[in-house]
């Protein structure tokens, strides 16, 4: 019954965000290019970081391994 709390209030938490949108929707439009190069700047880091800690902890695992 709690958990049923964020997902039936989910437009609440997210209208704000959307007016917000809606009403700078000039400046975003002026800012197009900028945002999608952020996007996937931010996208191409997240990767990369991701696959940096993968490999890290893979190879924390097979020290570990080895040792036992």
Partial sequence: ???DFLPAN???FFLPAGVSDINDYAEL??????L???C???TVITFGATALSIRFTLRLL???KSRV
Avoid: F, K, P, W
């Fill in 10 to 12: 989910m437009a609440y």
């Fill in 1 to 3: 019954e709690e958990a």
């Fill in 36 to 38: 999608v190069l952020v």
């Fill in 29 to 34: 439009g002026r800012s197009a290019v900028a």
């Fill in 40 to 42: 996937l700047l931010s």
């Fill in 62 to 64: 097979e020290r570990r």
